[in-house]
């Protein structure tokens, strides 16, 4: 078991930035990748950004250029950086793992944590 804590939503103007972390506790042995998704009102989750234990990273297209995604093993936390943010980018963000190998792999999910960016 994992338990992901999310912290740093909240709200902001256009053009600012905000950082959220997430903290994982529990059986961290086994993550693999940590990352962040988000789900605005009437939209599907999206990827935000991703990043595997080796410290490669993904980007979702509405981060690129815009978000740093970044991980400290140690502490089992990742953050995300998001800077310029824009009214689009409005939307509960959750924390995401996956964890554990072959058939006993699983996601993980945060309680989200939401992010206003007015106009």
């Known amino acids: 078991q994992v338990q992901l804590v999310e912290s740093g939503g909240g709200l902001v103007q256009a053009g600012g930035s905000l950082r959220l972390s997430c903290a994982a506790s529990?059986?961290?042995?086994?993550?693999?990748?940590m990352g962040w998704y988000r789900q605005g009102a009437g939209k599907q989750r999206e990827l935000v950004a991703e990043i595997y234990s080796r410290g490669t990273t993904d980007y979702g297209d509405s981060a690129k250029g815009r978000f740093t995604i970044s991980r400290d093993n140690g502490k089992n936390t990742v953050y995300l950086q998001m800077n310029s943010l824009k009214p689009e980018d409005t939307a509960v963000y959750y924390c995401h793992t996956e964890w554990g190998f072959g058939h006993e792999a699983r996601d993980y999910w945060g309680q989200g944590t939401q992010v206003t960016v007015s106009s």
């Open positions: 529990g059986d961290t042995f086994s993550i693999r990748t």
